[in-house]
């Protein structure tokens, strides 16, 4: 089957692409960087806002189901996830093609431990826009959780070609793959090049999977190094506590 083309718009000066842009006309730069940003909800669908391609069906999200959409977000956020499930399908009824909306519901539905529905949620979006990068990790998510891990690789393999130098959430995916079929020298690539797109930290389990990647490698000054930069990033993370067993484990010296 025939890709859609792909163009800039006239005079765009950001690296958005629009992929079948066809329904829509005249769309300058500037609305199309304002129209992803009101998508931005969580960890994917803020890749996909800053993805390099962007497909009509967003562009066409008509202004009622984006304020649906806005509240959704928001009462997600505030973990209200009756009140979020209730907007997001209001956003869905006025726009059916709504993928963010779909992705979005997945996790709300994820929350609520209906992990079924949710990887259904996450595979409409992914059947509406295919070149949306948002569902694929949604679902990598899913199958991360499955330890399926060659669908884990394959997920993240999907997401990294449609943004291959923007994405930590995708590398991060394919660095967890690599490292649980132990494919290691590509884990730490991937591990450590969505450490150096995530300069604000929202990723500090980066580090965690690094100390694993290196514990494998057998690099305990590697490992002990990523779990230090992990406790220093997220001293109350969940994790935290096995974090720092594992670091008076290996740095304590052997009893003589």
């Given amino acids: 089957m025939p890709q859609p083309p792909k163009f800039?718009?006239?005079?765009?000066?950001?690296?958005?692409?629009?992929v079948n842009p066809a329904p829509i006309m005249n769309v300058s730069s500037a609305e199309i960087s304002r129209m992803m940003d009101n998508e931005s909800c969580n960890s994917w669908t803020e890749s996909g806002v800053h993805g390099p391609t962007v497909s009509a069906t967003r562009l066409a999200v008509p202004g009622k189901a984006s304020s649906e959409y806005q509240k959704a977000c928001g009462a997600f956020?505030?973990?209200?996830?009756?009140?979020a499930k209730a907007h997001?399908?209001?956003?869905?009824?006025?726009?059916?093609?709504?993928?963010?909306?779909?992705?979005?519901?997945?996790?709300v539905l994820q929350s609520e431990n209906k992990n079924e529905e949710a990887q259904a949620a996450c595979s409409k979006a992914q059947e509406l826009d295919p070149?949306?990068?948002?569902?694929?990790?949604?679902l990598a998510e899913f199958a991360a959780n499955d330890g399926d891990w060659k669908k884990l690789a394959e997920l993240s393999d999907r997401a990294?070609?449609?943004?291959?130098?923007?994405?930590?959430?995708?590398?991060?995916?394919?660095?967890?793959?690599?490292?649980?079929?132990?494919?290691?020298?590509?884990?730490?690539?991937?591990?450590?090049?969505a450490v150096?797109?995530?300069?604000?930290?929202?990723?500090?389990?980066?580090?965690?999977?690094?100390?694993?990647?290196?514990?494998?490698?057998?690099?305990?000054?590697?490992?002990?190094?990523?779990?230090?930069e992990f406790?220093?990033?997220?001293?109350?993370?969940?994790?935290?506590p096995k974090a720092r067993a594992t670091l008076a484990r290996i740095e304590t010296p052997p009893a003589k």
């Fill in 77 to 83: 956020k505030g973990r209200k996830l009756t009140d």
């Fill in 131 to 138: 070149g949306y990068v948002a569902p694929y990790l949604c």
């Fill in 196 to 228: 150096k797109l995530d300069p604000w930290h929202k990723l500090p389990e980066l580090h965690l999977l690094l100390a694993q990647i290196y514990e494998a490698a057998g690099n305990v000054q590697g490992e002990i190094a990523q779990l230090h």
């Fill in 88 to 107: 997001l399908h209001k956003a869905i009824d006025l726009y059916p093609n709504y993928a963010a909306a779909y992705v979005v519901l997945g996790q």
């Fill in 8 to 18: 800039m718009p006239e005079g765009a000066a950001d690296p958005y692409t629009l």
């Fill in 231 to 240: 406790l220093k990033d997220a001293p109350n993370f969940k994790d935290a």
């Fill in 160 to 193: 990294l070609a449609l943004d291959p130098l923007g994405n930590p959430y995708s590398l991060y995916y394919s660095a967890d793959a690599g490292l649980h079929l132990n494919q290691l020298m590509q884990a730490e690539m991937h591990a450590q090049s």
